[in-house]
């Protein structure tokens, strides 16, 4: 199985001067937690999640209109291409803690996403006829996506 045969194709995206307001927007009407920002060629160069524009205005005392993806967005961004195996999506998931990948296509433009939540639904119960995709590729990553490592402990005066 590709990563083409999976993935959302024609996703919403920003560009790093979009407003979070505007980004907010955009991940509303999408039905979506991630926008890839991409520059003047369509090739991401980060990504901007609900997450991280809840927390950007949760810590700043300014308006969402006020902030640009530039200022919260996740650099660099890591992607997959279409014509990767899921398996090698799977393991960039794992290895990266990140639950979405942009897609690219040979030339590095945006061609699609692919999500954690998607691949719970592609997937199929391994019931000795090695799946394509099974619910262990898939659950093994979400715990590994999960698997936060222990906080630094500061200890102050």
Same mark, same amino acid.
């Given at each position: 199985?590709?990563?083409?045969?999976?993935?959302?194709?024609?996703?919403?995206?920003?560009?790093?001067?979009?407003?979070?307001?505007? /980004?907010?927007?955009?991940?509303?009407?999408?039905?979506?937690?991630? +926008? @890839? *920002? $991409? &520059?003047?060629?369509? =090739?991401?160069? %980060?990504?901007?999640?609900?997450?991280?524009?809840?927390?950007?205005?949760?810590?700043?005392?300014?308006?969402?209109?006020?902030?640009?993806?530039?200022?919260?967005?996740?650099?660099?961004?890591?992607?997959?291409?279409?014509?990767?195996?899921?398996?090698? /999506?799977?393991?960039?998931?794992?290895?990266?803690?990140?639950?979405? +990948? @942009? *897609? $690219? &296509?040979?030339?590095? =433009?945006?061609? %699609?996403?692919?999500?954690?939540?998607?691949?719970?639904?592609?997937?199929?119960?391994?019931?000795?006829?090695?799946?394509?995709?099974?619910?262990?590729?898939?659950?093994?990553?979400?715990?590994?996506?999960?698997?936060?490592?222990?906080?630094?402990?500061?200890?102050?005066?």
């Amino acid at each position: 199985m590709r990563v083409q045969d999976v993935m959302k194709r024609s996703p919403k995206f920003c560009v790093a001067a979009t407003n979070l307001a505007s /980004a907010a927007e955009l991940l509303w009407s999408g039905g979506c937690g991630a +926008l @890839p *920002v $991409v &520059d003047s060629h369509q =090739k991401p160069v %980060g990504i901007i999640t609900d997450r991280d524009i809840c927390i950007a205005l949760g810590t700043r005392n300014c308006r969402p209109s006020q902030l640009v993806a530039d200022q919260v967005m996740a650099r660099p961004v890591v992607t997959t291409r279409s014509t990767d195996d899921i398996h090698r /999506a799977l393991r960039i998931m794992r290895t990266r803690q990140v639950r979405r +990948l @942009p *897609v $690219v &296509d040979a030339e590095g =433009k945006l061609e %699609g996403m692919v999500c954690l939540s998607d691949l719970i639904v592609d997937a199929r119960y391994n019931d000795g006829s090695k799946p394509e995709l099974s619910y262990e590729d898939v659950m093994g990553t979400l715990k590994a996506v999960n698997c936060h490592q222990s906080p630094i402990n500061i200890v102050g005066p």
